[in-house]
């Protein structure tokens, strides 16, 4: 099956530091890849789709200017979260659809836990 | 926009069969799919359903009613390692076909 890697697992940082996390498809290639958010014990939030080569789509009440993606490549896609602040704290999760299969299946990276103190 | 119901927990003892029932609201509906979470793990996608009917996957399966706007998860056999945080999620055109999940049902099983 198509694998998604996520790095880093978990990252700690000082408030008002930038956190860059990098999502990787290792063995197809994504076009689109999506960012999650999850709160503890909460549903899973889309937060933007990432699309390789142009401009990612940001979802409404979601800061572009806050959470930076860069989709570079067919198989790179980061989230940078500028300025961190501790209400930033989360459970951050990407996602891509694999060609040949339809955008329902989802594969999901690992997850990064951020904590900003 | 779209909403789901799920119940937000269901506990149930190995070896039994547990239903995890999921209702939505949406406009343009295109399918249904269920995915799994260990806590502190990634979704792991279990299953789809476009049309009405079950979907058997091995011990799990997944059911959907269009008309009814109605769906549900069945795990059959528990087993301890079944324990985790199910999420039904929909997906439609007007959300450009991303599917959009729910709470989620955190499933305890007891020895």
């Known amino acids: 099956g198509a694998v998604v890697s996520q790095h880093p697992s978990r990252v700690i940082c000082k408030s008002g530091t930038s956190v860059k996390i990098e999502c990787r498809s290792l063995?197809?290639?994504?076009?689109?890849m999506f960012w999650y958010r999850q709160f503890p014990k909460k549903s899973l939030m889309l937060m933007a789709t990432?699309?390789?080569?142009?401009?990612?789509?940001?979802e409404q009440g979601v800061e572009k200017d806050k959470f930076l993606i860069n989709h570079a490549s067919l198989t790179l896609s980061t989230l940078t979260v500028t300025s961190a602040h501790p209400e930033d704290s989360s459970f951050y999760i990407c996602?891509?659809?694999?060609?040949?299969?339809?955008?329902?299946?989802?594969?999901f990276g690992s997850g990064t836990q951020l904590s900003v103190l | 926009g779209q909403s789901l119901e799920q119940p937000s927990e269901v506990t149930a003892v190995e070896g039994a069969i547990v239903q995890i029932n999921c209702t939505y609201q949406?406009?343009?509906?295109?399918?249904l799919s269920w995915y799994q979470q260990h806590d502190g793990g990634a979704p792991t996608f279990l299953s789809y359903n476009a049309l009405d009917g079950l979907e058997e996957t091995g011990r799990f399966s997944s059911f959907l009613s269009r008309s009814d706007s109605y769906g549900y998860l069945l795990l059959q056999e528990l087993q301890m390692k079944d324990s985790a945080s199910y999420f039904c999620a929909v997906s439609a055109s007007g959300g450009s076909y991303i599917p959009t999940f729910g709470r989620g049902t955190s499933l305890i099983v007891h020895p």
């Open positions: 063995d197809f290639q994504a076009t689109t």
């Open positions: 949406t406009s343009g509906f295109y399918g």
């Open positions: 996602s891509a659809t694999s060609p040949g299969t339809g955008k329902e299946k989802l594969f």
């Open positions: 990432s699309n390789e080569g142009s401009k990612a789509t940001y």
